[in-house]
């Protein structure tokens, strides 16, 4: 896992915790802030799991496994 996984799922759950307690106490601004986060979240992790995507095809390629 590197970082931009890490951070991308820190996201994820900081939004969803932000989502919930906008919810709960009818916070739309709060709730929107978690469904932003959220999304942010999802985007750098995807991005994290490309890196590593890339950096495990060019160690198959070089022969280092």
């Known amino acids: 896992m590197n970082k931009d996984q890490a951070k991308g799922v820190g996201k994820q759950i900081k939004g969803a915790v932000k989502d919930a307690v906008g ?5 739309v601004d709060t709730q ?32 280092n496994v």
């Open 23 to 27: 919810g709960a106490t009818n916070d």
């Open 32 to 63: 929107a802030e978690g469904k932003i986060d959220k999304a942010e979240g999802k985007v750098q992790k995807r991005y994290g799991d490309l890196k590593e995507d890339l950096k495990d095809n060019s160690k198959d390629r070089s022969g």
